[in-house]
């Protein structure tokens, strides 16, 4: 695959309203397999490094997104620096997720974990025996906090005393463990993601987020900064909502001030 079929293939993935170029440097490097160049728009793939089309592609799919981002982000802020760009941010990662899958839906790029039998069946072993046991642990672990906080309660103990030196557990672990411990969440996502679920405070948005982590093919990346956008959209709306409230409101009160003046300089009329 030549640079302009790797370009063609990426502008096919997501249009770019900034030209780009792409670079195959026809070296090996033991540091990284691509880079990217915010202030001149260029990709650059080690392409020595690969063994296969499929990971030189998952690599150019990488710098690119680098480069998508860059643009959303001077679109936003003209001044803002080039080099927080090359940041991997959860902004970038779910960036990332998404465009691959794109790319998996049109033919471009697979992952084809699955075309390995050893791999697929300790793939299975890992979810069920491992991602699924430890969460399902997690949370009788995290009943078992709260019973413990309870008992200290009751005891006149101090709980943090006897999370930090009787049971040495950091207290940010403890509250993510109690927590995903006094909600309902499937196990089958595994305890980093069941965390994630765990502080959605609705229900129901509860339920949505950890029937994402369920369906698969989306990276917790992925998963959160879809979660931040459904805030920030409620929050804007919650807003909307509000100032609407307020233009009623100012607009009866201007209503109800009008008719009095109008009584008023009848009044003064009238003397």
């Not at 413990?148 to 950091?170: G, H, M, Q």
């Not at 409101?249 to 209503?255: D, P, Y």
Request: glycine share 4%.
């Amino acid at each position: 695959m030549d640079n302009e079929k790797i370009k063609t293939m990426l502008l096919d993935i997501q249009e770019s309203s900034i030209d780009f170029t792409v670079v195959q440097t026809g070296k090996e490097s033991k540091r990284v397999n691509g880079f990217y160049k915010p202030d001149t728009h260029e990709i650059f793939l080690h392409n020595v490094n690969f063994k296969s089309e499929n990971q030189l592609i998952y690599t150019a799919i990488h710098e690119y997104t680098h480069h998508l981002v860059t643009i959303e982000k001077q679109e936003l802020n003209p001044a803002a620096a080039m080099g927080g760009c090359k940041v991997h941010t959860q902004e970038f990662w779910a960036k990332f997720g998404n465009l691959l899958s794109i790319a998996e839906e049109k033919g471009y790029y697979r992952i084809g974990w699955q075309d390995s039998p050893e791999l697929k069946e300790l793939t299975e072993d890992i979810k069920k025996n491992y991602l699924e046991k430890n969460g399902e642990l997690m949370q009788e672990f995290g009943k078992k906090l709260a019973k413990a906080w309870e008992l200290c309660k009751e005891a006149d103990i101090r709980y943090e005393d006897y999370i930090d030196r009787v049971l040495c557990l950091p207290r940010n672990a403890e509250k993510d463990i109690r927590k995903v411990g006094a909600v309902s969440v499937n196990p089958a996502i595994g305890f980093e993601n069941m965390k994630v679920v765990a502080s959605v405070k609705k229900p129901d948005q509860r339920a949505e987020v950890e029937q994402e982590f369920l369906e698969g093919n989306k990276s917790p990346s992925s998963v959160r900064e879809l979660m931040k956008q459904k805030s920030q959209s409620a929050k804007q709306d919650d807003k909307k909502t509000k100032l609407e409230k307020e233009k009623t409101r100012l607009e009866r009160t201007i209503s109800q001030l009008t008719q009095r003046l109008e009584i008023v300089e009848e009044s003064l009329a009238s003397l």
